[in-house]
């Protein structure tokens, strides 16, 4: 089945570091790849998106490409702020038998030090 | 535009005890999920509705879990007699149909902890 494989954390960094989090998919179909993150004490949040290979989602200064050759996702963002400390989810998304189907990764915890 | 709302917010129960989660989606869509999500892992899904019917249950504890999705719009969730490792957040999420590059929009959670 679908499945999503994150870079395990938790991940500390000082203000203005250069983030990555590794984000990998095993799918059988042509999924659409997401990145949602999760604030303390809120929902998910849709981050970006990519429904196609090749495909650039960004975002408040965050950015992934889908890559179709290496089945991976990761997340970066140039400059990363206190305000970015989160939980960061990879996910894919697919048709199964026309319904839409969403499968997490484990997630990654981000602290943002000033 | 409204977003999914999800009630009650916070609930505290006793194990063996029951609980309800109600969730309104996002108005037209069609697809409305139950993830359930343990504190520090991923949501997994626990049921999948396409207007009112099921699409996907797999993953729902049956004898303990049950859910239903009046006239295709809101829906409740049902744990009945509630078990210790029921303590999670429960989201409820909604999307269009038919294409898996939807958005995929999620409320802010019903947070269940059993004492």
């Known amino acids: 089945g679908d499945s999503v494989t994150q870079m395990e954390g938790p991940v500390t960094l000082s203000e203005e570091a250069f983030l990555t989090i590794n984000c990998t998919y095993t799918?059988?179909?042509?999924?659409?790849l997401f990145w949602y993150v999760q604030y303390p004490g809120e929902g998910l949040q849709l981050l970006l998106k990519?429904?196609?290979?090749?495909d650039k989602g960004s975002n408040k200064g965050f950015e992934a490409t889908y890559r179709k050759e290496t089945t991976s996702f990761h997340l970066e963002k140039g400059s990363v702020q206190v305000s970015d400390s989160a939980v960061y989810f990879c996910?894919?998304?697919?048709?199964?038998?026309?319904?839409?189907?969403?499968?997490f990764g484990q997630g990654t915890r981000l602290t943002i030090n000033p | 535009e409204a977003g999914v709302a999800q009630s009650p917010r916070y609930k505290i129960i006793e194990k063996r005890q029951s609980v309800a989660f109600w969730c309104n989606p996002i108005?037209?869509?069609?697809?409305l999920y139950w993830y359930q999500q343990i504190l520090g892992q991923g949501p997994k899904l626990l049921i999948q509705?396409?207007?009112?019917?099921?699409?996907?249950d797999s993953q729902l504890p049956k004898d303990r879990f049950s859910a239903e999705r009046l006239k295709g719009v809101d829906s409740t969730l049902k744990i009945q007699p509630a078990k210790l490792e029921d303590s999670a957040v429960y989201l409820c999420?909604?999307?269009?149909?038919?294409?898996?590059?939807?958005?995929?929009?999620f409320g802010e959670g019903s947070w269940l902890t059993v004492v």
């Open positions: 108005s037209g869509h069609a697809t």
């Open positions: 990519a429904t196609k290979a090749d």
């Open positions: 799918a059988t179909g042509y999924p659409s």
């Open positions: 509705f396409q207007n009112n019917g099921v699409v996907d």
């Open positions: 999420a909604s999307s269009l149909r038919g294409f898996s590059g939807n958005t995929i929009y």
């Open positions: 996910a894919l998304s697919d048709l199964i038998q026309g319904a839409q189907k969403l499968v």
